[in-house]
């Protein structure tokens, strides 16, 4: 990995050159942040687990026509991806009431919505990664009115896939947050699926005792990070079901 020339550093993933024009390799970090990345820490497992589990989600919205930037897994941290002009934007979709939209409207956690809400905010921490409305995004030239049409009926459809996959392992989806960047074929456009979709990109809680299986845990000190994300694993199948909570998880290949 140090012979690779690196193109970007995150939070919690680093981009690498790929093996062919077009495409880059994606390694995910144990690093977790909150808030902006004022909260820090390491968690042993966490960039498996995340490689494994957006694994999991990018290939089943492959499945479904849901275009992504996703190739396929290299090994346990690292995944080969597209390239793609990532649009400066984070597509938040709300299904029920949580965090920064709960504290905005004073409604109370884990009030559904009478239908999902797609929202964006600014991809800049320095400024907390602020909302912005649509004549915002369109005035700066961030993103046209048919990219944003074509990005919320995007959005729609991964919630779609989302919601339904967790409710059949028990899990209610409360909101997530995807990336959108461009893959251009000489003139053509296409918009897709990037970045990542993992339990640090979403809010899932059991259907049954309301437990918090997301980055909620860190962020909040309700116990183990990677124990959550184990139990999400384990419920979606990408863990042996025998397979007891742990801070580096085996993994089925």
């Known amino acids: 990995m140090a012979r690779r020339k690196k193109i970007y550093e995150g939070k919690a993933k680093t981009l690498y050159e790929g093996p062919e024009p077009g495409t880059l390799v994606q390694y995910f970090k144990d690093d977790a942040t909150a808030n902006n990345a004022e ?9 498996v687990l995340n490689n494994r589990l957006s694994e999991f989600f990018m290939t089943g919205l492959g499945h479904i026509g849901v275009p992504t930037h996703f190739i396929k897994r290299l090994n346990m941290r690292e995944q080969l991806i597209r390239a793609v002009e990532i649009i400066p934007l984070e597509v938040i979709v709300r299904n029920y009431a949580a965090g920064s939209m709960a504290k905005r409207l ?4 884990g009030t559904m ?9 600014y991809k800049d921490d320095a400024l907390g990664d ?6 915002y995004i369109i005035a700066l030239g961030w993103a046209s009115q048919q990219d944003l049409d074509d990005i919320v ?8 896939f ?3 996959v967790m409710y059949g392992v028990g899990i209610k989806l409360i909101d997530f947050k995807i990336e959108v960047g461009r893959q251009f074929d000489g003139d053509f456009q296409r918009l897709i699926v990037a970045d990542e979709i993992s339990p640090d990109s979403c809010r899932l809680w059991d259907m049954e005792t309301g437990q918090k299986l997301d980055k909620d845990v860190f962020r909040r000190d309700l116990g183990n990070l990677a124990d959550a994300y184990t139990e999400v694993a384990r419920r979606l199948g990408v863990l042996p079901t025998n397979t007891a909570p742990m801070g580096k998880p085996t993994l089925i290949n």
């Open 153 to 160: 009926a995007l959005a729609l459809r991964v919630n779609d």
């Open 130 to 135: 602020p909302l912005v409305p649509e004549e």
């Open 106 to 109: 004073g409604m109370e956690e």
């Open 113 to 121: 919505l009478p239908r999902p809400i797609v929202e964006f905010s």
């Open 39 to 47: 909260k820090h820490g390491v968690i042993e497992g966490k960039g």
């Open 162 to 164: 989302m919601s339904g």
